[in-house]
């Protein structure tokens, strides 16, 4: 990520130099009276609600500043929020905003079983979906193998790699390692591939105990009962939501990592709720593809915390960047397209701008690879103590390329790993 050049401008002037570009190609005034409509469908309750509340919070922020800079090729930008809920709800919502809101863009969706519902749905219609994080699981291979107007987010083992790369750099010693994962695709997917990674690596590593509870579990105690018994040197797990300070809270109780050293492949994604009094330091904890504090030399993220924290006075998540980097690669396809054509564009033909795009974003430059398929950083660190928050932070922080992460397109990912040559 070469990012010195663009580090020396802000939000404002990141903003304002992309509007520079495209201000006098502005559209027609009879047109800048027409607002862009982005329908936006997130989790506002339940166990996903902290991920997807803080993604409809970046997606208020990025329209108030694009609209401040000028809008969209002068047009300013209205958003029309959605319930994600179950799928077959879902699916109406998607099918209100755009038969009856008629939104040029839909950005959102986390969860997979809506994902793979409104896929289909997505294509028949012809509208635009860029999702935040609902299609990374097994089986959209087969039920989307190709998407015109969908676009993806990132691989979901991609945390597990970094997770198992960090392991094997921080943690050689580790021999014998259990796992905690939620019975369902992203638990096991995650499961697999760290356990292919880090044997890639420590060939001696295997497993002694696999916890299985049903997403949304509250209770872990006879979990926790089993993962002591198999007394391993490493726990992994891949919670992501309220489930990891819920563990964690438990897991202190019992003392269960006084000696066992710990591996959150994404548990970084509810970092504010991992308070100091029960989140222990020296474990690997992961932000999936945005931590809040990863460089001080990238004034987009600064502006962009700062603001969030004054409005909402909390911290930012990684869904907050899966949502402001749609709400951007979308913004640039539009302009993108405008200035070949001299006329605002189709959803196809945004969609086609769209791949193998790259735009700044608050982690750092991201893209849609020409499969559709979204690419980015991955950050992940040691669990500290010594920071201002009553929550653990990372240090160091590690910061791992697409390259390093996800495999690539066309390719399968036990094809990758064995690609791989040992240095």
Same mark, same amino acid.
């Given at each position: 990520?070469?990012?010195a050049g663009?580090?020396?401008?802000?939000?404002?002037?990141?903003?304002?130099?992309s509007?520079?570009?495209?201000?006098?190609?502005?559209?027609?005034?009879?047109?800048?009276e027409?607002p862009?409509?982005?329908?936006v469908?997130?989790?506002?309750?339940?166990?996903?609600?902290?991920?997807g509340?803080?993604?409809?919070?970046?997606c208020?922020?990025?329209?108030d500043?694009?609209n401040?800079?000028?809008? &969209?090729?002068?047009?300013?930008?209205?958003?029309?929020?959605?319930?994600?809920?179950?799928?077959?709800? /879902?699916?109406?919502r998607?099918k209100?905003?755009?038969?009856?809101?008629?939104?040029?863009?839909?950005?959102?969706?986390f969860?997979?079983?809506?994902?793979?519902?409104?896929? %289909?749905?997505?294509?028949q219609?012809?509208?635009?979906?860029?999702? #935040?994080?609902?299609?990374?699981?097994k089986?959209?291979?087969?039920?989307?193998?190709?998407?015109e107007?969908?676009f993806?987010?990132?691989?979901?083992?991609?945390?597990?790699?970094?997770?198992?790369?960090?392991?094997?750099?921080?943690? %050689?010693?580790?021999?014998t390692i259990?796992?905690?994962?939620?019975?369902?695709?992203?638990?096991? /997917?995650?499961?697999?591939a760290?356990? =292919?990674?880090?044997?890639y690596f420590?060939?001696?590593?295997k497993p002694?105990e696999?916890?299985?509870?049903?997403?949304?579990?509250t209770?872990?105690t006879? #979990?926790?009962?089993?993962?002591?018994?198999?007394n391993?040197?490493l726990?992994?797990?891949?919670?992501?939501?309220?489930?990891?300070? /819920?563990?964690?809270?438990?897991?202190?109780?019992?003392?269960?990592?006084?000696k &066992?050293?710990?591996?959150f492949?994404?548990?970084?994604?509810?970092?504010?709720?991992?308070k100091?009094?029960?989140?222990?330091?020296?474990?690997?904890?992961?932000?999936?593809?945005?931590?809040?504090?990863?460089?001080?030399?990238?004034?987009?993220?600064?502006e962009?915390?700062?603001?969030?924290?004054?409005?909402?006075k909390?911290?930012?998540?990684?869904?907050?960047?899966?949502?402001?980097? /749609?709400?951007q690669? +979308?913004k640039?396809?539009?302009?993108?397209? +405008?200035?070949? =054509?001299?006329?605002?564009?189709?959803?196809?033909?945004?969609?086609?701008?769209?791949?193998? &795009?790259?735009?700044?974003?608050?982690?750092?430059?991201r893209?849609?690879?020409?499969d559709?398929?979204?690419?980015?950083?991955?950050?992940?660190?040691?669990?500290? #103590?010594?920071?201002? +928050?009553?929550?653990?932070?990372?240090k %160091?922080v590690?910061?791992?390329?697409?390259?390093?992460v996800?495999?690539?397109?066309?390719?399968?990912? #036990?094809?990758?790993?064995?690609s791989?040559?040992?240095?």
């Amino acid at each position: 990520m070469k990012i010195a050049g663009a580090a020396a401008l802000g939000t404002g002037a990141i903003l304002a130099e992309s509007e520079k570009s495209s201000s006098s190609a502005a559209v027609p005034k009879s047109l800048q009276e027409q607002p862009v409509k982005i329908g936006v469908i997130t989790f506002k309750k339940g166990i996903a609600a902290i991920l997807g509340i803080a993604a409809w919070r970046a997606c208020q922020i990025w329209r108030d500043q694009v609209n401040a800079a000028g809008g &969209i090729l002068g047009r300013k930008v209205e958003l029309h929020l959605e319930e994600e809920s179950s799928a077959k709800d /879902t699916v109406e919502r998607f099918k209100k905003l755009t038969l009856s809101t008629r939104v040029d863009v839909i950005s959102g969706l986390f969860s997979n079983g809506n994902g793979q519902a409104v896929g %289909p749905v997505a294509e028949q219609l012809g509208q635009l979906w860029l999702s #935040h994080d609902a299609t990374t699981q097994k089986g959209l291979e087969e039920t989307m193998p190709k998407m015109e107007y969908g676009f993806r987010s990132v691989y979901n083992e991609s945390e597990a790699v970094a997770g198992a790369l960090m392991t094997a750099k921080y943690f %050689p010693e580790v021999r014998t390692i259990a796992g905690i994962n939620n019975d369902y695709s992203y638990g096991r /997917t995650c499961w697999e591939a760290y356990l =292919t990674v880090l044997q890639y690596f420590n060939p001696g590593v295997k497993p002694v105990e696999a916890q299985w509870p049903k997403l949304g579990a509250t209770d872990f105690t006879s #979990h926790i009962a089993a993962l002591k018994k198999a007394n391993p040197d490493l726990i992994m797990s891949s919670f992501w939501s309220g489930d990891t300070p /819920t563990f964690l809270k438990q897991a202190a109780g019992d003392g269960l990592f006084d000696k &066992i050293k710990g591996c959150f492949t994404t548990g970084g994604g509810v970092h504010y709720t991992l308070k100091k009094s029960f989140t222990p330091e020296s474990l690997i904890l992961g932000y999936n593809s945005y931590y809040f504090r990863w460089t001080d030399a990238w004034p987009l993220n600064t502006e962009f915390v700062k603001t969030y924290v004054e409005r909402f006075k909390e911290y930012p998540s990684y869904e907050s960047d899966h949502a402001y980097f /749609t709400l951007q690669a +979308y913004k640039a396809a539009v302009e993108k397209c +405008y200035a070949i =054509t001299r006329k605002w564009p189709s959803k196809k033909e945004i969609a086609s701008a769209l791949r193998g &795009i790259s735009v700044p974003s608050l982690s750092g430059y991201r893209g849609y690879r020409e499969d559709n398929y979204q690419i980015c950083n991955f950050f992940m660190g040691i669990t500290t #103590h010594n920071n201002p +928050y009553d929550f653990v932070t990372v240090k %160091p922080v590690e910061i791992f390329s697409p390259a390093q992460v996800i495999h690539p397109a066309g390719m399968k990912f #036990h094809d990758w790993v064995k690609s791989w040559k040992k240095l």
